[in-house]
């Protein structure tokens, strides 16, 4: 299963969501974490579920491989859904048997909660499947610029941030090989009590924490030796360059925006 996570994977492919500038992509991701929250009703999703398929085929990134990236949290979205379900008491009873009485309003924000969080994950795993993290580290920097200042290490935030997306399927394969080891030698990890089963995760995290201390420094020195002291002075290979595409995506952004507003309910 964490073979399937796909947050922090670069997915290489001609489309026009790849050929635009990270900066905007960085700004539509994060503008687009705020507006999904605007939706409260059957309309609002409906224009939210439609952009999301339109930049979904813009990136030709394969609907299986999206597939397979949502796989690991479908159970947490269907437990947050049937919580919302059986918790919420609002509208009119669908089913009531003895205590367990179903509204109409708590399906419904049952499905709206389920649908905000796979919207989220879908578009955030695209910035990412669209954009390499030199792209990232880049228009994160250009876009904290003014930060600097106020003398704070802006190159170095935004390389972090690089360097954590870049080593997230590193570390996810990394526990995948050592949980296969562990489970070679007799480890259960997916059966028994809650207890035992969280000791079994003790021989998993011990190794993997020293194998991620050896990436760090191995890291650390290879970036050394290459002479890398900051970003003061710093110049960059690829210049980032802003598109008219760029434009369009935001303005079609702030018009999904108002349109959200108005209709909510």
Do not use: C
Not at 9 to 28: C, E, F, N, T
Request: aromatic share 10%; no cysteine.
């Amino acid at each position: 299963m964490l073979q399937n996570v796909i947050i922090g994977q670069y997915y290489p492919a001609s489309s026009p969501l790849h050929r635009m500038d990270s900066r905007s992509k960085l700004i539509a991701a994060f503008f687009y974490l705020f507006i999904v929250f605007l939706a409260n009703n059957w309309i609002t999703y409906g224009l939210l579920i439609a952009f999301t398929a339109i930049t979904i085929s813009a990136s030709k990134v394969p609907l299986r491989f999206l597939y397979k990236g949502l796989k690991p949290i479908l159970i947490l979205v269907v437990f947050t859904m049937l919580l919302h379900i059986f918790l919420t008491k609002e509208g009119d009873v669908l089913y009531k048997a003895g205590w367990l009485e179903i509204y109409e309003g708590g399906v419904i924000q049952g499905i709206f909660i389920a649908m905000r969080l796979l919207l989220l994950v879908l578009m955030t795993s695209l910035l990412t499947l669209t954009t390499t993290p030199i792209d990232i580290t880049d228009g994160l920097e250009h876009l904290l610029g003014p930060l600097k200042k106020w003398k704070l290490p802006v190159h170095e935030f935004a390389l972090m941030m690089s360097i954590s997306l870049r080593f997230i399927p590193t570390l996810l394969q990394e526990t995948e090989k050592i949980m296969k080891a562990q489970m070679a030698r007799g480890a259960d990890f997916t059966s028994g009590p809650i207890k035992e089963r969280a000791k079994a995760f003790v021989p998993l995290l011990v190794p993997l924490f020293v194998s991620s201390f050896k990436r760090a420094e191995e890291l650390a020195l290879a970036m050394e030796a290459r002479g890398y002291r900051g970003g003061e002075g710093r110049t960059r290979l690829r210049a980032l360059v802003w598109h008219k595409r760029d434009t369009f995506a935001l303005v079609l952004l702030i018009l999904l925006t108002l349109s959200l507003a108005l209709l909510r309910s």
